[in-house]
Each structure stands twice: as structure tokens, then as C-alpha cells.
């Protein structure tokens, strides 16, 4: 791997959602090699934590605060070397009980917030010759019953990566999207909790409709739990996507997720619509 070979200590990064999980992940490993994370979180307690890291400085943050974002700059230096859009939530269940409050949150905090920070940092990016990273997933390439909100999200930023990526060209800014399987955060930890609060908030007619289908998908999530791998697993990614002289567009990080990816890629869908649908009921 070819690195950069300017002084790391001089090189900054604006990670969001780095009070836990992947962000914080992200954060350690990159403040580690050196970099000053300007590492973004919404509690005091999790911003406290990240202000008594080296080479840290904790920025409050929510992404769905278009206030708080158009202020954003002010609390970075006037140049950039990178922005990691990592900040992410998780909403599950049959489209059908979809409530529509939670798929518009969905995609606002996935999708529509992930661009406005980018939009907001693009000029100190541009002033950097920085790169942006987006924090995707193997759902942004295949679509499972049950996810089809987080799918949609996911799908939705690996679009709007790709075209950003063309139309930064002219500015030489790279964009990459890491597309992990699953990985051991509190995501997947509170995974079937969330999912037995998903289906408590049902409405009766849904949850009958849906009994099988709930029922197959809450076992398939307890069995995948347990295949969750290390967060290092993307660390490792976006620190290639960072400081590599050919950093990746795309990131995918294990054999299972590659080859999902070829199976449906090059199956008919009829198919992959049957096998998926049977691992769900
Ligand atoms: P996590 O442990 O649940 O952490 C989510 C992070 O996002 C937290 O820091 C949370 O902040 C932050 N966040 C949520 N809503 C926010 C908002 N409105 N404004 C600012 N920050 C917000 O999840 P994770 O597993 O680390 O996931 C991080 C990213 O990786 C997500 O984009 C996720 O889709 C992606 N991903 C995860 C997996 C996986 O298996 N874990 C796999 C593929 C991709 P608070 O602490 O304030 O809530």
C-alpha cells in the first residue's frame, strides 16, 4: 500500500457520529496515526470522553440540526484533509408497518444529513485537496425483507457518492464508500431489542400479516449477531481511503459480502427474491 508521505500530525479529519461504535472506531485509529479528528457527538458525556483523547477535539453535533450544520465550519480549521460521514441509525420492519415518521428519519439522518455535512465542508475539503468518505454497507448492494428502509438509505448514499465522486473530479477529491457486513457495535448488540420494540409498535392487523416473516427474521438476526466482526475490520478501510495514493471507491470488507454481491449480481431476480424471502419466514 502506497501512503501519503506528508507529516500526519499536520493532516485533520471530521468524523461523525464518533461517540461510539465504528465513529469511535475510526476516531482512535486515526488520532493514533497521528491526525487530529475533529470528532463529532450529541451527548456531553461522549464529548467529554472524546476531548480527553491525543490529538481529538470533540465537536456537538446532531446531523439532522441544519442549524447547528450551517455553523459547522466554524468549529473546523479552514482546510481539511478528509470528512468520514459515519453517523447512522437503523430502522427495521415490513414496508407495509413502516411508520412513515421513522422511514423520513431514516433517510434524513442517513442520507439528506450526510450530505449536508458534506456540502458544508466541501470548501475546506476543496482548500485541502481533501477526500470523502462515506460509511455505507453491504445493505447500500443488496436488499433483504425487513431492511428495506435501511436498504433504501444505504442505496441512496452509494448513489449520491457515486455522482459526487464524478462531479469532485475536477478538484481531484476522492470519494470512497466502506461497504462493512456486519460489525460488533451497539447497533448489532441492541439489534433484537430494537427489533422486539419494532414489532411491539406494529399494528395488531401488521403483525398477524407478518407473524412468519417476524418471526424468521428476528432468528436470522440472533444467528448473524454472532457473526459480527471487529470494528478494526473498517478501520483499517478507511485508513487506506485516507492516507493511500489510490485510495478505493469502494470498500468491501468480507468474503460473505463479496460474494452476496456476485450471487446477486448475476442471479435472476425471481431467485435471490425466493432464497430471501425463505430466509426470512
Ligand atoms: P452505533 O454503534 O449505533 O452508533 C451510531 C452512531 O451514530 C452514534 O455515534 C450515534 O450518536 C450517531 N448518530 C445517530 N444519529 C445521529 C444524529 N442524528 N446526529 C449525529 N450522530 C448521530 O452504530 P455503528 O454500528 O457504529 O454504525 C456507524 C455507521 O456504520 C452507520 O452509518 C451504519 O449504518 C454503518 N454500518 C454499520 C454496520 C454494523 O453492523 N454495525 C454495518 C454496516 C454499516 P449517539 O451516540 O449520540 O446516539
Redesign the pocket.
Known amino acids: 500500500m502506497t501512503t501519503r508521505t506528508t507529516n500526519p500530525a499536520a493532516r485533520t479529519v471530521l468524523v461523525?457520529?464518533?461517540?461510539?461504535?465504528?465513529?469511535l472506531a475510526i476516531t482512535q485509529r486515526m488520532s493514533e496515526a497521528g491526525w487530529t479528528v475533529y470528532a463529532?457527538?450529541?451527548?456531553e458525556s461522549?464529548l467529554a470522553r472524546l476531548n480527553a483523547m491525543t490529538n481529538v477535539i470533540g465537536v456537538p453535533?446532531?446531523?439532522?440540526d441544519r442549524d447547528a450544520i450551517a455553523t459547522l465550519p466554524q468549529h473546523l480549521p479552514s482546510t481539511l484533509d478528509a470528512v468520514v460521514n459515519?453517523?447512522?441509525?437503523?430502522v427495521s420492519g415490513p414496508v407495509e408497518g413502516l411508520s412513515i415518521d421513522n422511514l423520513s428519519k431514516q433517510l434524513d439522518?442517513?442520507v439528506v444529513?450526510q450530505i449536508a455535512v458534506t456540502q458544508a465542508v466541501l470548501p475546506a475539503l476543496r482548500a485541502g485537496h481533501g477526500r470523502v468518505v462515506f460509511?455505507?454497507?453491504?445493505s447500500g448492494l443488496i436488499t433483504t425483507p425487513g431492511t428495506g428502509a435501511y436498504s433504501a438509505s444505504k442505496y441512496a448514499i452509494e448513489s449520491l457518492a457515486d455522482a459526487l465522486r464524478m462531479e469532485l473530479r475536477p478538484w481531484k477529491i476522492p470519494v470512497s464508500l466502506i461497504e462493512?457486513?456486519?460489525?460488533k457495535?451497539?447497533?448489532?448488540d441492541g439489534m433484537l431489542d430494537d427489533y422486539d420494540a419494532m414489532t411491539a409498535q406494529l399494528s395488531d392487523e401488521v403483525r398477524e400479516l407478518y407473524a412468519a416473516h417476524l418471526t424468521g427474521s428476528r432468528t436470522l438476526l440472533g444467528r448473524m449477531q454472532k457473526f459480527?466482526a471487529d470494528p478494526k475490520r473498517v478501520t483499517k478501510a478507511v485508513h487506506h481511503a485516507l492516507t493511500s495514493s489510490r485510495p478505493k471507491r469502494r470498500y468491501i470488507l468480507d468474503t460473505a459480502s463479496r460474494a452476496q454481491k456476485l450471487a446477486v449480481g448475476i442471479t435472476p431476480t425471481a431467485f435471490t427474491d425466493r432464497i430471501l424471502a425463505a430466509a426470512t419466514t
Open positions: 461523525t457520529g464518533a461517540g461510539r461504535g465504528i465513529g463529532t457527538a450529541r451527548s461522549a453535533l446532531d446531523i439532522t459515519n453517523a447512522g441509525i437503523i439522518v442517513n444529513s460509511i455505507s454497507s453491504v462493512p457486513g456486519p460489525i457495535t451497539d447497533m448489532w459480527a
